[in-house]
Nanobody
């Protein structure tokens, strides 16, 4: 199971870095995705990173503002979030994709990801 942490309250235009960690498994074996869900909305896939070559993918809503990357030495995947907007306010989750597939397409299908843990709240507000 994964654990996302690092959320908090930040002003519009600010930055946060979220971390995704796991106990008992090595994250570099799997593709890792970041998802978010605001109250009353569906779960949205926003970014993922492949296990094989480290390719990264982003939804249009975060492209150019968020960066996903791995730190294999610390068994952690990060999501650097810059230029945050109020509409980025959500609970953020990370998950694994243990099988192959087109990751950009799979971002839209959160049910095909696993090892969900507790999310972390990000609130963007002045």
């Amino acid at each position: 199971q994964l654990q996302a942490f690092g959320g908090g309250l930040v002003q519009p235009g600010g930055s946060l870095r979220l971390s995704c960690a796991a106990s008992g498994s090595t994250l570099d074996y799997y593709a890792i995705g970041w998802f978010r869900q605001a109250p009353g909305t569906g779960r949205e896939g926003i970014s993922c990173i492949a296990s094989s070559d480290g390719s990264t993918y982003y939804s249009d809503s975060v492209k150019g503002r968020f960066t996903i990357y791995r730190d294999n030495a610390n068994n952690t995947v990060y999501l650097q979030m810059n230029s945050l907007k109020p509409e980025d306010t959500s609970v953020y989750y990370c998950a694994t994709r243990r099988r192959g597939g087109n990751l950009l397409s799979l971002l839209r299908l959160w049910v095909l990801w696993g090892d969900w843990g507790q999310g972390t709240q990000v609130t963007v507000s002045s």
